[in-house]
């Protein structure tokens, strides 16, 4: 069964950096790529970037570039979804994602991380 | 970027109504558009891909339909576990994008 668990929530401050997991199981994690998807609070969602483990290939959507570091550790199985300098307005629920067998749109969620940057 | 457009925002209607949700493309996805339901404090599932295809499980009074720019999710009798909120996507071209969302009320 292909599973996604992704760390606990966050609370830190404007300034501070942070790094979340998405510990992948149940398939090889090299044969698919990773993407991270956010949602402020209340709102729609908005695809971040995506990583191939095999590679290291990295793709991120313009809204995030150089904002945020998409990096894997393939001895554990798991994604990592990174913050140098966090901003009132990276509050939000972190979803790490994957394709599913037959297609290339999201068929395993993890359950998603809430990251709270307040002062 | 191609920007989806969803309508309603707000949807009410009541069990065992039909629901039409739209979505509108920018520019041509083709048929790589996707349909996903979020239930409060749940991640995303996937419902329909490619256009039409129902993912794995999906009860079969959810249809999708459509092709180029505009797409129709349809919910053919809703069941009282249907209201949520529904997203669209596309993987046509990057960066992916979603809709902002099409929030199904129990009338």
């Known amino acids: 069964e292909v599973q996604l668990v992704q760390s606990g929530p966050e609370v830190k401050k404007p300034g501070d950096s942070l790094k979340i997991s998405c510990q992948t199981s149940?398939?090889?994690?090299?044969?698919?790529?990773i993407n991270w998807v956010r949602q402020l609070p209340g709102q729609g969602l908005e695809w971040m970037g995506s990583f191939d483990p095999r590679d290291s290939s990295t793709y991120y959507s313009p809204s995030f570039q150089g904002h945020v570091t998409l990096s894997v550790d393939r001895s554990i199985n798991t994604a990592y979804l990174q913050w140098n300098s966090l901003k009132a307005s990276d509050t939000a629920i972190y979803y790490c994602a994957r394709r599913g067998q037959k297609t290339s749109f999201f068929s395993f969620w993890g359950q998603g991380t809430l990251v709270t940057v307040s002062s | 970027e191609i920007v989806l457009t969803q309508s309603p925002a707000t949807l009410s209607l009541s069990p065992g109504e039909r629901a039409a949700l739209s979505c509108r493309a920018s520019?041509?996805?083709?048929?790589?558009l996707a349909w996903y339901q979020q239930k409060p404090g749940q991640a995303p599932s996937l419902l329909i891909y490619?256009?039409?295809t129902r993912a794995s499980g999906v009860p079969a009074r959810f249809s999708g339909s459509g092709s180029g720019t505009d797409f129709t999710l349809t919910i053919s009798s809703l069941e009282p576990e249907d209201f949520a909120v529904y997203y669209c996507?596309?993987?046509?071209?990057?960066?992916?994008?979603f809709g902002q969302g099409t929030r199904l009320e129990i009338k």
């Open positions: 996507q596309q993987r046509s071209d990057r960066p992916l994008t």
């Open positions: 149940g398939y090889t994690f090299t044969n698919n790529w």
């Open positions: 520019q041509s996805v083709n048929i790589y």
């Open positions: 490619d256009s039409s």
